[in-house]
């Protein structure tokens, strides 16, 4: 089932990266931002459950959001190896929400005119977040590259890590022969735009990777996926079906 | 961290037609990232559609201490205007 593939793939990434956005929630390097972040995450993790949940409807095996959330093991997710990366150091968070957004923001775009009338609306309501997390994200790349000599150095060594992991974004996956959904190819220049606007600003470079990373949209992941879902799913999978 | 990030107040204007009201205080680097922030952390719920952010240091306030020579007039019954008669047909004023 291509859809629910490709449902799931973009649920996935929105989970995964809205889950470790939350890590920062209490740890934040000053209050706005504890506020910021977490806004952030849910923006994501309610992005994630539409999809989830269209996902399970298209499946027709009763399968609902918290299944497909809480159920799946490392293999079985999708997503992006760019949203499962630790969330470093906040120039590293901040940059990798610029790489994520830069995407999506172009990507719910083109799903506004989908002929799918669910994507449209779930689009209808990415496209304003996503929009946000790039001015958020882009504001303090801008500010750490073009801050003091730490934050520069902290902002150019998140460029460097992170870089292997950007060329993921541009693959079909699932959604190869999915005509409701975006091409991820057709992005790459509108991303290559924005991350040129803000780079320039902050006084950086994009420097594509040599070596760029794939695999994980055939459940690839690294080790600190496992790690994520495990602490993630740890009180559905002792509790299923609990509600508060 | 916040002893070098300026403070900012943050005014926002709950609908078209009403003035700006003062809804608190924010520390940020500068004021694109107070806009931000004042969205962030006063915004969440819908409370407006407009937002002010003006420097602390730029507020002049008066002292606490001219308190008595400021606001309080004592018996000067006078500066209310309770001596004119409104005709109804002017109704709430």
Redesign the interface.
Known sequence: MPLFDALLELADDHLVLGHRVSEWCGHA?????D??MP?MALDMIGTARSLYDYAGQVEGKGRGEDDLAYLRSEREYRNLLLVERPNGDFAHTMLRQLYFAAFMHPYWTAALTSEDETIQGIAGKAVKEMA?HI??AG?WVI?LGDGTEESARRMADAAEALSIYVGELFEEGAAEDVPALPRRADLRATWEATIAEVFDEAGMTFEPSKYPQSGGRDGRHGEQLGHMLAEMQSVHRAHPGATW | MTGEVPLWEVFIRPRNGLSHKHVGSLHATDEVMALQAARDVYTRRGEGNSIWVVPSAAITASDPDQAGENFEPGEKIYRHPTFYDIPEQVGHM
Not at chain 1, 29 to 33: F, V
């Open positions: 390097p000053m209050l706005e931002e506020l910021a806004n946000y001015r958020h504001e500010r």
